[in-house]
C-alpha cells in the first residue's frame, strides 16, 4: 500500500463549487503539505503543517483552506472554486533533520 | 532571481548516455539536497537525498554537491529509456524553514 494517499484522483468541478482533496499517510510524520503543480511553474506551495495543532500558509494560499484532522490527514479545500484553481495538487509528508518529502500520487482537478 | 534555479530542458540524449542534471542557488544556508523524479501525471519521488557537500552514489546515479559554487549535480550513467521524466532539484536549511524546489529538468532518453 501506498505511504501517502490522495482522493479523488480527479475531479472535475464547476465555478463556485466547493471541494475538499484529503490526504492521508501511514509514514507517521508529523509534517505535511499541499501544493499545487502548473506547467513552467513547478511546485508551489498552498499551506503546510509541523504537527496537528500548527497550520502555516504557504506562498499561494488564498482561495484555499486546510484542516489537520489527526497527525495522518490534511485535507485541503476550495471553497468557491475558479478556472485558474485547475491544476495538480499534491500532498507530501515530511520528517526532520532534512525535511526529504514524500509526495502522494496527486489529483488533477479541473474546474470549469 | 529565484533562490533555486534550474534548466527547464527538454534535454535530449541516447540510450547509453552520461546525462548531467544541474542546479544553482543563492542561499547559503542550505545544507539538505535533494533530488526528485516525476513521471508524467505522477507524483514525484525521492531520488537521492544528500546532507552538505561531496559525492552520494546509488546504483547508476550519482549525486554532488559543491557548496562553495552553490551548485548541485546528478548524473546519470547508462541512461535508459525508463529515466525519461522530469527531475527536480530541492534544498533546505534545515528546523523550521520550508524546503525550496527548483522548477524542473525534462529528461528525454531516446532507444
Known amino acids: 500500500d501506498a505511504d501517502v494517499t490522495q482522493t479523488p484522483r480527479n475531479r472535475i468541478t464547476k465555478t463556485g463549487k466547493r471541494i475538499m482533496l484529503e490526504c492521508s499517510q501511514t509514514?507517521?510524520?508529523?509534517?505535511m503539505y499541499w501544493y499545487r503543480q502548473d506547467p513552467g511553474l513547478g511546485l508551489r506551495l498552498i499551506y503546510y503543517?509541523?504537527?496537528?495543532?500548527?497550520?502555516n500558509k504557504g506562498e499561494i494560499s488564498d482561495g484555499y483552506s486546510v484542516s489537520r484532522q489527526a497527525q495522518a490527514k490534511f485535507s485541503l479545500s476550495l471553497e468557491s472554486a475558479i478556472p485558474n484553481q485547475t491544476a495538480l495538487y499534491f500532498c507530501?509528508?515530511?520528517?526532520?533533520?532534512?525535511?526529504?518529502?514524500?509526495f502522494g500520487p496527486g489529483t488533477r482537478l479541473t474546474v470549469t | 532571481q529565484k533562490e533555486v534555479e534550474q534548466d527547464p530542458g527538454p534535454l535530449s540524449v541516447p540510450e547509453g548516455a552520461i546525462v548531467s542534471l544541474n542546479c544553482t542557488y543563492s542561499?547559503?544556508?542550505?545544507?539538505?539536497f535533494m533530488w526528485y523524479r516525476q513521471y508524467s501525471r505522477k507524483g514525484p519521488e525521492l531520488l537521492m537525498y544528500t546532507y552538505s557537500s561531496g559525492n552520494k552514489e546509488d546504483g547508476r546515479f550519482t549525486a554532488q554537491v559543491d557548496k562553495s559554487s552553490k551548485y548541485i549535480s546528478l548524473f546519470i550513467r547508462d541512461s535508459q529509456p525508463s529515466d525519461s521524466a522530469t527531475y527536480l532539484c530541492a534544498m533546505n536549511s534545515g528546523g523550521y524553514q520550508k524546503v525550496t524546489f527548483g522548477t524542473g529538468t525534462k529528461l528525454q532518453v531516446i532507444p
Open positions: 542561499n547559503s544556508a542550505f545544507q539538505y
Open positions: 509514514k507517521g510524520h508529523d509534517r
Open positions: 503543517s509541523f504537527d496537528v495543532k500548527d497550520i
Open positions: 507530501a509528508t515530511s520528517d526532520l533533520p532534512g525535511d526529504e518529502q514524500y
